[in-house]
C-alpha cells in the first residue's frame, strides 16, 4: 500500500493535464449565452428598409425561426450571407435579421449587392436591442422556438456543416414540439 | 537636478493619462461624483471583444456602449449591484472580472487553498518520517558496531 504512495503525484498531475488538455480543446472566445431556453427579450426595434418590416419580440412567437445578427462592416457576415437566402426558400425557415451597430446607407447598399434573404430586418445602430441580446458580436445566429424562446445561439459564421450538423436538426426537433 | 524634476514629472504626467483610460469625454456624466462611480463600476466589466480588458480601458465600439449603459442606468439612480446584476443577466458572470463564488466557480476559488493544504500535509509527512529515522533508526546494529569497530582498530597506522 505505501509503495504505491509515489504515484500520487503522477496521477495528479495526469488529472490536472487532462484537464488542461480538455480546456485546449475549447474555444475561450465563444461565451455560452445566459438566455437559452429563455424568452427572447424584450425590444422593438424600427425597419432597416424603408417601407420594410421592423423587428420585435412578438414577430417571434408562432413559429421557429432564425435570428441573425449582422453589419456590413463585418467580413465574416458576408461569408455566411448567401447561406440564409438558401434556408429562407430551400427551409421554409423565416430568417430575421438585427442590422447591429450599422449605418443605414451602408448597410441598405450591402444588401442591395448581396440579396436580402430576411423576411424582417430591425435596424439597432446603437446597440439598444443587441445588449439586451447579450451580443458580443458579429455575426451571431440564434434558434428560436414557436413560442418565442431562444434554443440556441452560435458565435461566429455559419456555414454548410454548422447548418447541417446543428441548426437545421435543431429546428426540425422544434417543429414538432407543440 | 531640475532635469531630474522634469521628467519625474512627465513621468507621472504619462501615468495619469494611462489612468484616463479608453472613456472620451462625451461619454462622462456632468456630476463628478456619479462620473467617479461610473468609473469604479466598469474598471471591473469585461469588455466581451477584446475579453481581457475592463470596458474602462477598451477602445471597442460595444466597450463604449456598455460605459455608455452604465451611465445611464446610474443617471436613473440604479445601484451598482443592480447594473451588475442586469449585465449578468445578459452576458453571464464572465462579463465581471472578478468571478463571484458559486458552485461553477469553486475549484478556481478553492484550487489553489487546496493545493497549499495537500503540499503542506505531504511536506509534514515527509518530515515526520526523516525525524522518526533520525530518531531511532539511526542506531548501529550490533554487526554494523562490529564492523567499524574492526576497519577503524586495525591499527596499520594509516588512519
Excluded at chain 2, 66 to 92: A, N, P, T, W
Amino acid at each position: 500500500m505505501k509503495r504505491a504512495l509515489f504515484l500520487i503525484p503522477l496521477l495528479f498531475f495526469l488529472g490536472l493535464a487532462g484537464y488542461l488538455g480538455f480546456g485546449l480543446t475549447r474555444d475561450a472566445r465563444v461565451l455560452p449565452s445566459t438566455l437559452i431556453d429563455k424568452p427572447a427579450p424584450d425590444f422593438d426595434l424600427p425597419p432597416l428598409l424603408p417601407g420594410g418590416a421592423g423587428l420585435k419580440t412578438a414577430d417571434l412567437v408562432g413559429q421557429v425561426s432564425l435570428v441573425n445578427v449582422f453589419a456590413s462592416w463585418c467580413v465574416p457576415c458576408r461569408a455566411e450571407h448567401p447561406i440564409w437566402a438558401k434556408v429562407a426558400s430551400e427551409e421554409k425557415l423565416p430568417v430575421y435579421g438585427i442590422n447591429w451597430k450599422d449605418k443605414q446607407a451602408q448597410a441598405t447598399a450591402w444588401l442591395k449587392e448581396l440579396g436580402n434573404p430576411y423576411a424582417r430586418i430591425g435596424f439597432d445602430p446603437d446597440n439598444k436591442a443587441g445588449i439586451e441580446w447579450g451580443v458580443y458580436g458579429a455575426p451571431e445566429t440564434y434558434v428560436v422556438d414557436r413560442k418565442g424562446r431562444i434554443r440556441f445561439k452560435y458565435v461566429g459564421p455559419v456555414f454548410e456543416e454548422t447548418l447541417d450538423a446543428t441548426i437545421l436538426p435543431l429546428v426540425r426537433k422544434l417543429r414538432e414540439e407543440k | 537636478m531640475r532635469r531630474a524634476v522634469l521628467a519625474f514629472v512627465g513621468l507621472v504626467a504619462l501615468l495619469v493619462v494611462a489612468a484616463a483610460g479608453a472613456v472620451q469625454p462625451d461619454e462622462m456624466l456632468k456630476d463628478p461624483a456619479l462620473e467617479a462611480r461610473a468609473r469604479n463600476l466598469s474598471a471591473d466589466i469585461r469588455c466581451l471583444v477584446c475579453q481581457n480588458q475592463s470596458i474602462d480601458d477598451s477602445d471597442a465600439g460595444l466597450a463604449r456602449d456598455l460605459r455608455l449603459l452604465v451611465r445611464e442606468q446610474i443617471q436613473r439612480g440604479r445601484s451598482d449591484s443592480e447594473i451588475r446584476d442586469y449585465l449578468v443577466d445578459r452576458y453571464g458572470t464572465f462579463v465581471l472580472l472578478d468571478p463571484p463564488f458559486r458552485a461553477s466557480t469553486l475549484v478556481l476559488w478553492l484550487g489553489p487553498l487546496f493545493v497549499l493544504l495537500a503540499g503542506g500535509a505531504g511536506l509534514i509527512v515527509y518530515l515526520r518520517g526523516r525525524s522518526r529515522i533520525a530518531a531511532d533508526g539511526n542506531a548501529l546494529s550490533e554487526d554494523e558496531a562490529a564492523r567499524i569497530e574492526r576497519l577503524l582498530g586495525d591499527g596499520d597506522g594509516r588512519t
